[in-house]
């Protein structure tokens, strides 16, 4: 795990709006419940490197994100944040008709236009339920992109099932995966054990591998800003696989359908299996996969030179003309 002292280097966001340009929009949403607003923050300014941020969740934040501020602007690179709606700094209506995976795609398409991004320069990045999204908007807006990243997300929502409750399930003490089983059975998920157990034993390993203690003021913001009425909705109370209506999602039959360059990141300790994303790499047309041989499910944090290196390299490829799939 890094040590504190290296983890001041990348973490500490004092001064961040002193020394980052950029600007706050509200950008109106058309829904078939009316008319939101959903928050955006542009950094930087690049003609043909424009990338915009699809947090996970469903329901967390762009604040896990911040992280990039140590890493896209000495590269000169143009870059958004991006709440979905219902998430945190945008508006949050109570409708659930609302959370369904076309609906937050045709959201992405209209936070596209009004950013006015598109093939010369629009790079998506999805990460965990952001890497659904950013897939679903390739598969019906894929003219629009320069390039995609899949980071930190399977292909399908029952393979990740079988994952959790095959392999990683398996890896957590007996006693504590057998108490987790007793209270998933009761569905006692508020039992503020229930989060306790998953915090100390499962967090630590497959989400980000830091103690608590350690974590990331914007980690702990986005977990304390999270919208629990979509996650419910739509992941599902547990942590071992999906349960709500993203339970049967599946596109592993679809990837060939991308043409544009596509970068797939995984990682060793992720709660996605990494072999999976290495072979979505290879079923995309044009595609390259990325391990991060240290990292987890927020490689982004515990295996950071990884990530951001891969990250950035694939970016620049891509607008130079130089990249070169697998």
């Not at 002292?5 to 949403?29: C, H, N, S, V, W």
């Not at 209209?110 to 790079?123: E, G, H, I, M, W």
């Not at 999805?126 to 399977?154: C, F, H, P, R, T």
């Not at 391990?291 to 390299?313: I, K, M, R, W």
Request: charged letters at 25%; one cysteine or more; glycine letters at 8%.
């Amino acid at each position: 795990m890094p040590s504190e002292k290296t983890l001041t280097k990348y973490f500490d966001t004092t001064g961040r709006e002193d020394i980052l340009a950029g600007g706050i929009k509200m950008i109106p949403i058309q829904t078939p419940s009316g008319e939101f607003k959903v928050w955006t923050k542009r950094i930087g300014n690049n003609p043909t490197i424009k990338v915009l941020l699809l947090h996970g969740g469903p329901g967390a934040t762009h604040e896990y994100f911040e992280c990039f501020d140590s890493f896209f602007p000495v590269e000169g690179f143009e870059y958004y944040y991006y709440d979905q709606l219902g998430s945190y700094y945008s508006e949050r209506p109570k409708d659930p008709k609302l959370w369904e995976i076309s609906r937050f795609v045709e959201e992405v398409e209209q936070v596209r236009k009004a950013l006015k991004l598109d093939k010369s320069n629009f790079t998506l990045f999805g990460q965990s339920w952001g890497g659904i999204l950013a897939v679903e908007y390739a598969l019906k807006y894929q003219e629009n992109l320069k390039g995609l990243i899949i980071s930190n997300m399977m292909m399908s929502c029952p393979a990740y099932g079988k994952y959790a409750e095959e392999v990683l399930g398996p890896q957590l003490d007996p006693n504590v995966l057998a108490e987790i089983r007793e209270l998933e059975a009761k569905e006692d998920f508020d039992n503020p054990r229930y989060m306790e157990l998953m915090k100390s034993n499962y967090y630590t390993k497959h989400l980000i591998r830091m103690t608590v203690e350690q974590w990331p003021d914007p980690i702990k913001r986005m977990f304390n800003h999270l919208n629990e009425d979509i996650y419910v909705k739509m992941n599902g109370p547990s942590e071992f696989g999906v349960r709500g209506t993203l339970e049967k999602w599946d596109r592993t039959s679809d990837l060939p359908k991308i043409k544009v360059p596509t970068l797939v990141i995984g990682a060793t300790y992720d709660t996605m299996d990494p072999e999976h994303m290495k072979w979505v790499s290879n079923q995309v047309q044009q595609g390259k996969f990325l391990l991060c041989p240290n990292g987890s499910h927020l490689a982004l944090y515990d295996d950071q030179e990884t990530f951001f290196e891969g990250l950035v390299q694939f970016i620049k490829d891509v607008d130079q003309g130089t990249f070169s799939p697998k």
